[in-house]
């Protein structure tokens, strides 16, 4: 079974910074991985999606990596803003027929100081 | 807004009655997911459907609860005699199935409270 665990769980830096947030995973077999934002109380917004295959992808400021190997993705977000305050939320993909759906971490809490 | 809609937003009932919640895909996408999320864990998977066709419940919570697609358009969850351990957030998420590059696209969700 696949287990996701991401770190660190809260983190709070003042605007501007770069920043790194980590995630996980237990088996190698992914099929995607795919990095979400949470605001409070809503849904979830697809940031970046990485196919099995690659090793990485970009999208504005923010980067996300996968390393299948070691059962790591990261997910780099560059000159930090106060906008950027969510919780970060990394899920892997199975199968590629969606019967195991999404396995889900639980998110690490972003806060952006202005 | 992703374009997947939930209904209703938020829905509060006493323990023992019925709920029905309804999601509403992007209309192209085939591939319509239910995930159950409680507070400060990431969402769980319940369930999913291709079209019309369930091809996965055994993830769902137990008996109580069942969903349907009827013309593989919008979706329906409901729990019966609900209980308070049921209160969290629904998720309803729909993809178009294009092999790798599959991007599930999440709606606003329906929070449940069973008082």
């Known amino acids: 079974k696949q287990e996701v665990t991401q770190i660190p769980a809260a983190l709070s830096v003042p605007e501007g910074e770069n920043l790194v947030l980590n995630c996980s995973f237990t088996?190698?077999?992914?099929?995607?991985l795919q990095w979400f934002r949470q605001d409070p109380g809503k849904g979830l917004t697809s940031l970046l999606l990485?196919?099995?295959?690659?090793r990485e992808q970009t999208s504005g400021r923010l980067n996300a990596s996968l390393d299948k190997s070691s059962g790591r993705s990261t997910l780099y977000i560059a000159a930090s803003q106060p906008g950027d305050s969510a919780t970060y939320l990394c899920?892997?993909?199975?199968?590629?027929?969606?019967?195991?759906?999404?396995?889900f971490g639980k998110g690490t809490h972003l806060i952006i100081q202005p | 807004d992703t374009g997947v809609s939930q209904n209703p937003r938020h829905k509060i009932t006493k323990r023992g009655q019925n709920v029905t919640f309804r999601c509403d895909p992007i209309?192209?996408?085939?591939?319509l997911y239910w995930y159950r999320q409680t507070l400060g864990q990431g969402p769980e998977f319940l369930t999913y459907?291709?079209?019309?066709?369930?091809?996965?419940k055994s993830r769902l919570l137990s008996d109580r609860f069942s969903a349907e697609r009827p013309k593989g358009s919008f979706s329906t969850l409901e729990i019966q005699r609900t209980e308070q351990g049921d209160s969290a957030m629904y998720l309803c998420?729909?993809?178009?199935?294009?092999?790798?590059?599959?991007?599930?696209?999440f709606g606003p969700g329906t929070r449940l409270l069973v008082l």
């Open positions: 998420a729909s993809s178009l199935a294009s092999g790798l590059q599959e991007t599930q696209y």
């Open positions: 088996d190698s077999a992914i099929y995607n």
């Open positions: 990485i196919q099995s295959s690659q």
């Open positions: 899920a892997g993909g199975h199968s590629g027929g969606g019967a195991d759906g999404l396995t």
């Open positions: 209309s192209e996408h085939n591939r």
């Open positions: 459907f291709q079209n019309e066709a369930q091809l996965e």
